[in-house]
């Protein structure tokens, strides 16, 4: 990864370990770090743009800590935007305070102040991953969170001779502030990324990046662990290495039934290893991403960004006569919806799980698009989505909207009255043919900030229905403070008659983010065992924008150990 000077006239902490003090059980430490968010200078494509970065870097700091510690990292706001951190896929347990989505579990970091984020890894291992949570600013602000098995302990696989983290992300060669702002400020759809991105390098089939390219060693013989990131804002991405098989082996922390494949399949904000082997005559092969896109008549980037897996022999194999130009891939078509599902469906738990049987709280969930009428004081130029509208999106045709004096937290947990309601509908007020031919008079949702309520220890289901108001398309939704069971996913409308039929209860996979396919849905299961408010949300930020998000209020349980921590005496004023 590329370490970039600052051209702020501060200086640069870096990450900084200021202590591995082992006071708790197994081994655990606790990790301080130090995040310095600010104004950097960075080139990629033909431009240079001063970005928003942390500790000057870009993709910002990988950390790496083992199943048990305890992370404590200050977060030193030097730019000129509001901020927060949120550590995707954590479960965040009694601490959601240190969770970050802005306004939601905390009130922005603003531009001179400070926070410290104090939480403990606790039976996850794997590959996650931080990013801002504060407009489109993780287009530039994220990074690696790597957990290993506590000390003692091992993979559930043969341990890798190397491992890579693999972060896919988007450039835009503008402001992506500035390109959110006018979406917003319009009503329209923000510009598309001009760029796709591997550990923050375009790949030398894009103007002037031929020699930033990634560059991910191996040797002939050897087994390696590549950790895939879709750190991308908006775009689901198809990924490969040319030539060669990739073995996958977890997911959002969690392990998985192995299994081998040519290419894989990340929605923004999921995470995927794989086991990679040198068996291929040593040369050099391109790593690849491009978009998988669903959505109809909607512009989408289709570029292609590179990386180079090469093998430490190549160099001599070269002067033999084997070509030292990249070998390329082939990736699927940009709407291969068969190639996406035949992955997803792969996934199985390495062992078999206990998935809630008896529910005590069933949701059925739409989500989707929508567009608002202009309201009457809005001049044109303020609603330009299609013929004179402003692009909305929702859950359950509730647009949610964050509130802006408090969070959602702090409401809840100090009491304080109209922050929110907590009448999130359990179920669609109207039934419709989901994905069919909707009636534009339902393409209008609400506006709140309504919150649904769990009590401790609840069994929850969710089926998550897309449809197809606008256009269909593939949503990743990510929860917060939990991992859930994908249990079934399918096209069409759900029919609990049929479809629960499909639901695999003995080793489904455990996930943070799951793809709910174009015109089609998903259904998760979880127990409310986690206090706080979480929300729930599309992991493409243009969605999430426009309001296609809810939030769980979970309560307390009745043991000290089921209870929220209060809040720490730093925490961000509104």
Same mark, same amino acid.
């Given at each position: 990864? +590329? ?25 655990a430490?606790?990790?301080y770090h ?14 240079t ?9 870009f993709?910002?700091?990988t ?8 992370l404590?990292v200050n ?7 509001? =901020? ?8 965040q347990?009694r ?6 989505p ?7 970091i603003?531009?001179?102040?400070s ?8 039976g ?13 600013? *993780? ?6 969170? $790597? ?5 003692g302990?091992?993979?559930?696989f043969p341990?890798?001779?190397? +491992? ?8 835009w060669?503008?402001?992506?502030m500035?390109?959110v ?8 759809s ?11 390098q375009p790949?030398?089939?894009y103007?002037c ?9 191996? &040797? ?5 662990l590549? *950790? =895939? $990131?879709n ?8 990924f ?11 997911? &959002?922390?969690?392990? $998985?039934?192995p299994f ?9 904000? /999921? ?13 050099r092969?391109y ?8 959505a109809?008549n ?7 960004t ?16 084997l ?7 082939t ?26 049987t ?10 989707g698009?929508?567009? &608002? ?9 303020r609603?330009?989505?299609?013929n004179s509208?402003?692009?909305?999106s929702?859950?359950s ?19 304080i009255p ?12 109207v ?5 069919g031919?909707?009636? /534009? ?8 900030t309504?919150?649904? *309520?769990l009590k401790?220890g ?18 990743? $939704?990510?929860?917060?403070?939990? &991992? ?15 479809d ?6 003995v080793?489904p ?8 396919p ?11 065992d986690n ?9 493409l930020?243009?969605?999430?924008t426009?309001?296609?998000a ?16 209060e ?8």
């Amino acid at each position: 990864m +590329e370490l970039l000077k600052p051209t702020a006239i501060f200086i640069c902490l870096g990450i900084l370990l200021l202590s591995a003090s082992a006071f708790s059980l197994a081994n655990a430490k606790t990790q301080y770090h130090e995040f310095v968010v600010q104004a950097t200078s960075v080139k990629r494509l033909c431009n240079t743009h001063n970005s928003i970065t942390v500790n000057g870097m870009f993709p910002g700091p990988t950390l790496e800590v083992n199943n048990g510690d305890t992370l404590v990292v200050n977060v030193a706001n030097k730019a000129h935007y509001n =901020i927060t951190i949120h550590w995707h896929g954590v479960r965040q347990i009694r601490t959601a305070w240190a969770d970050g989505p802005e306004f939601v579990t905390q009130c922005p970091i603003r531009p001179g102040g400070s926070y410290t984020y104090r939480f403990r890894i606790q039976g996850q291992e794997g590959t996650l991953w931080w990013h801002a949570h504060s407009s489109w600013l *993780r287009a530039t602000v994220y990074g690696a969170l $790597i957990i290993r098995p506590k000390n003692g302990t091992s993979y559930p696989f043969p341990k890798p001779r190397r +491992e890579t983290p693999l972060l896919l992300g988007e450039w835009w060669d503008a402001n992506p502030m500035d390109v959110v702002r006018e979406s917003t400020r319009t009503g329209g759809s923000p510009n598309i990324s001009d760029a796709y991105t591997i550990n923050g390098q375009p790949g030398d089939l894009y103007n002037c990046s031929s020699k930033d390219t990634s560059i991910v060693p191996i &040797d002939f013989g050897e087994t390696n662990l590549l *950790r =895939i $990131i879709n750190a991308g804002l908006n775009q689901p991405l198809f990924f490969t290495v040319a030539n060669h098989r990739l073995t996958v082996v977890g997911a &959002d922390a969690s392990y $998985i039934k192995p299994f081998t494949t040519s290419v894989v399949v990340l929605g923004p904000g /999921q995470t995927t290893d794989v086991l990679i082997t040198g068996d291929q005559p040593p040369g050099r092969y391109y790593i690849a991403a491009r978009a998988y896109h669903t959505a109809l008549n909607v512009p989408f980037d289709n570029t292609t960004t590179t990386a180079i897996l090469e093998y430490k022999a190549a160099p001599c194999a070269a002067k033999e006569g084997l070509t030292a130009t990249p070998i390329r891939p082939t990736l699927p078509a940009y709407n291969d919806t068969a190639t996406v599902t035949a992955f997803t469906t792969s996934f199985r738990s390495i062992e078999k799980v206990e998935v809630p049987t008896e529910i005590d709280e069933s949701l059925f969930l739409t989500i989707g698009l929508g567009l &608002d009428n202009c309201p009457p004081n809005y001049p044109s130029s303020r609603c330009q989505g299609p013929n004179s509208t402003r692009f909305t999106s929702s859950m359950s045709n509730v647009s949610f909207v964050l509130p802006s004096n408090f969070s959602l937290l702090q409401a809840h947990h100090h009491g304080i009255p109209g922050v929110f309601t907590s009448d999130f509908p359990a179920n669609p007020q109207v039934t419709f043919d989901y994905t069919g031919n909707v009636s /534009q008079s339902l393409w209008q949702p609400i506006r709140g900030t309504k919150l649904y *309520r769990l009590k401790f220890g609840s069994r929850v289901q969710i089926v998550l229905q897309g449809t197809s108001i606008v256009t269909p398309e593939n949503h990743p $939704i990510h929860l917060h403070g939990y &991992d859930f069971y994908i249990i079934a996913e399918g096209f069409g409308n759900f029919n609990p008659r049929n479809d629960t039929g499909k639901f695999n209860l003995v080793d489904p996979p455990m996930r943070n983010t799951v793809g709910v396919p174009a015109n089609g849905w998903a259904v998760i299961r979880f127990v409310a065992d986690n206090p706080g408010v979480w929300i729930m949300h599309c992991h493409l930020d243009v969605h999430i924008t426009w309001g296609l998000a809810m939030a769980f209020l979970v309560e307390n349980g009745h043991e000290e150990t089921q209870t929220l921590e209060e809040p720490p005496a730093d925490m961000p004023l509104c």
